[in-house]
């Protein structure tokens, strides 16, 4: 885990609408190296509207995500973990779906 690479996980409090409906995924989530790796996946995650709760695991390379389909489908929040590593570079993740509830 490179020092450099530190992040913070951020904490939300999902909104009486985007906790209305909510459905579960489970991801596969490739390109994660450390902690620090899964906190940048899960803060990319919660940033969205309709994510109620996200649990992202490098060891594993999996992310349970709860949330509200009216607000962010699936193919956004695919999209979101992509994004996740901004441009440095270095940080390049992929995810796919594996199981919805």
């Known amino acids: 885990m490179d020092e ?22 489970k991801l596969s989530v490739s390109g994660m190296g450390c902690p620090n790796c899964a906190n940048r996946v899960r803060n990319s995650l919660l940033a969205l509207n309709g994510v109620v709760d996200a649990r992202v695991d490098h060891e594993t390379g999996l992310a349970q995500v709860a949330f509200n389909p009216d607000f962010a489908p ?8 992509s994004l996740a590593g901004g441009n440095d570079g270095r940080h390049e993740y992929g995810a796919k779906l594996l199981q919805q509830n």
Do not use: G, M
């Not at 699936?74 to 973990?81: C, E, G, K, S, T």
């Open 4 to 25: 450099n690479c530190h992040v913070e996980p951020i904490e939300k409090t999902a909104t009486i609408a985007e906790r209305k409906n909510v459905e579960t995924v």
């Open 74 to 81: 699936v193919d956004i929040l695919i999209r979101a973990i």
